[in-house]
C-alpha cells in the first residue's frame, strides 16, 4: 500500500513539473513582456505595445498590476493568471477581449501614479494647458484611447505581427519516447 502511494505521489509530482514546464509559469514570475504572449491570444496587444510610445518606459505589468503595495500586486498577478490560463486553456476567451473592471481600476492608477508630474493635484489640469480641468470621471484612456495599444479591435487586428515564439514545449526525450512508441 506504501508503494502505490510512493507511486501515485510520484506521477503527481512527475505531471504537475512537466505542466509547470509546458506552460512556461516561471515567465510569470517576472515582469518581462514576452510572459504576456505565453498565451496567443494576447499576441495583438504585446506586438501593439512593442510600437507604441510606452514600450521604452513601461511593461505590461507596470500598467496592468497594481504597485500600491506588493501584497496586492501579487495577489492581482495571482488572480489574474489563473483566470487567464483557465481562459486560454478552455478555450473559451472572447474574440475582442476587453479589461474587467478590477483592471479598469488599476491601469487609471497607474496612469496616474506614472504621470503625476503632468496632473495637478487640482483635478487633472495639465501643466500646459486647462483640457483636464473639468474631467472628474473619465478615464485616462477615453480621450488617449490609442496611446498604449493603438487601434485594436479583436484578435484578428495584427495578423502578421512579430512577436517573440516561445521555445519548444514536448522535450527531446518525450519526441524520442513516441516516436520509437509509433514504430
Known sequence: MKVYFSILGGIFV??????????????????????????????????????????????????????DNKIRSLWFKMNDGIRHSTIFTLGTYPQVIRIREAGTNVVQENCVRCHSHQISALGFISENDKIHSNISSRLCWDCHREVPHGRISSQASTPYARVPVNKEIVPQWLKKQLKMSNQ
Open 14 to 67: 512527475g505531471l504537475s513539473l512537466f505542466g509547470i514546464y509546458v506552460s512556461n509559469v516561471t515567465s510569470y514570475l517576472s515582469d518581462d513582456p514576452k510572459a504576456c504572449v505565453n498565451c496567443h491570444v494576447m499576441t495583438p496587444f504585446f506586438a501593439t505595445w512593442s510600437h507604441s510610445s510606452h514600450r521604452e518606459r513601461a511593461t505590461c505589468n507596470d500598467c496592468h498590476v497594481p504597485h
